[in-house]
């Protein structure tokens, strides 16, 4: 969209046209015409300032202009929300009009020349800056030209009213630069009680996870936190609720799918960040039974309490929150180069039967059982400790995220691969 600052440009490229036209007009006897050509003064005074400048004085003067409302709700340069920035689009209304003080012959001719002339420029495209606006003659009541000119203090004469638009008012060039995106949000809640359970409870779990984007800068992961939590064997997770560590909720229990209770207060881990409201939990390395080991990957339930059977005051269970646990992996070298064309990393947690492996959105394939991996297909192997995968032969180029899913629990992604 072109606009401009000055309006008085736009009355400059009226005159421009006219003058050309003027220049040129078939009426004169050097083009092929019958008059002979007199001096026509072309500007954008007011009328009343050029009655006493003899010759014949043709004036295209800017009385008047009105919004566009149509282009109110233009998008401008990204700030919808304010005028600022915003093209002001604008109709001017020029009064053509022409003066001859003994010759009312030449006023009707200068006329002709520059209606005839705005006439067939109806549309006008500067070649330059490529401004545009459209030029129309308005139909006027006699009535309301008279009360024009007698506002003028100016006897009436022959005149035109042009309608010259839309023109914008060139706004602000850009709004002032957004503020960057929030690299984190956070909510952190400290309850010291909660109304439904006054020997303790919980109130959820969540985790942090580091993601390195494919746009992000060297060393500049990006934090997630997780809630409810998603971790691996052998990471941490903060568990929330009320009067946690107390007599009544000093023991850590884990529900399995199928209703199992097992104790796991090993996992609660020492931390400067522990309080009555929080609790930092650890998964132990290995895959197995818990608590020695964490469980396999799944959805899990986590309650607090006490129990006789162990020397405790009271039994007790607090509300369960969920847990989601996956698979590990250790990190792989960057870049991630085959071996005879075979991808490995290894980890903990791989199932097999319900291993899934995924470049993006590409699925591959599981081997057959003893097998190695063909293209498109995946193995896992180490009894579950490492995966082979080798990528499909049909797959274009390009840098492909990793992903792995066990049990239908996605972890973060294993890595990037660059396909060439």
């Known amino acids: 969209m072109i606009g401009t600052l000055d309006l008085s440009a736009i009355t400059d490229r009226l005159i421009d046209l006219l003058q050309a036209a003027i220049d040129s007009s078939p009426l004169w006897t050097g083009n092929g015409g019958s008059i002979d050509k007199f001096a026509i003064a072309l500007s954008g005074t007011m009328p009343e300032g050029v009655r006493n400048q003899g010759n014949c004085q043709l004036t295209v003067y800017l ?9 109110r709700n233009l998008p401008g340069n990204g700030a919808a929300a304010s005028n600022t920035y915003q093209p002001l689009g604008l109709a001017l209304y020029f009064l053509v009009s022409a003066y001859a003080k003994d010759h009312p012959e030449q006023e009707q001719q200068a006329m002709s020349i520059a209606i005839k002339a705005l006439h067939e420029r109806a549309t006008y495209v500067d070649p330059v800056t490529g401004l545009r606006f459209t030029i129309s003659l308005e139909a006027e009541k006699s009535d309301d030209a008279i009360r024009r000119w007698q ?17 914008f008012m060139t706004p602000k060039s850009s709004p002032p630069a957004p503020a960057s995106p929030p690299h984190q949000l956070g909510l952190n809640v400290a309850p010291t009680a ?10 959820g779990t969540a985790a942090r996870a580091d993601f390195k984007p494919l746009s992000a800068q060297p060393g500049d992961p990006i934090a997630v936190d997780l ?20 007599p009544a909720t000093q023991r850590l229990y884990l529900v399995e799918p199928d209703g199992t209770e097992r104790e796991v207060t090993a996992w609660m881990a020492p931390d400067a960040l522990n309080t009555a409201a929080r609790l930092t939990v650890q998964l132990p390395v290995a895959v197995g039974v818990p608590p020695a080991a964490s469980p396999p990957p799944g959805v899990y339930l986590l309650r607090v309490g006490s129990a006789l059977a162990a020397g405790d005051s009271a039994d007790y269970r607090s509300n369960a929150v969920p847990i989601t646990i996956c698979s590990a992996v250790a990190p792989v070298p960057l870049p991630w180069q085959p071996t005879a064309g075979l991808f490995s990393f290894s980890g903990a947690g791989f199932v097999v039967g319900t291993t899934e492996l995924l470049l993006d959105t590409v699925a591959l394939h599981a081997a057959a059982p003893g097998n190695p991996p063909d293209p498109g297909e995946f193995a896992v192997t180490g009894g579950g400790t490492g995966i082979d995968w080798r990528p499909p032969a049909a797959l274009p180029a390009g840098i492909y995220t990793v992903r792995l899913r066990v049990k239908g629990i996605e972890g973060p992604p294993v890595g990037t691969v660059t396909l060439l």
């Open 194 to 203: 909660l109304p439904f359970a006054a020997a303790g409870a919980l109130s």
């Open 63 to 71: 009385f008047h202009l009105n919004p566009e409302p149509q282009t």
């Open 151 to 167: 506002s003028f203090s100016t006897p009436y004469r022959l005149s035109a009213v042009y309608r010259v638009g839309v023109v």
């Open 227 to 246: 809630a409810p939590a998603i971790a691996a064997p052998g990471g941490s997770f903060a568990l929330f609720g009320s009067q946690l560590g107390q």
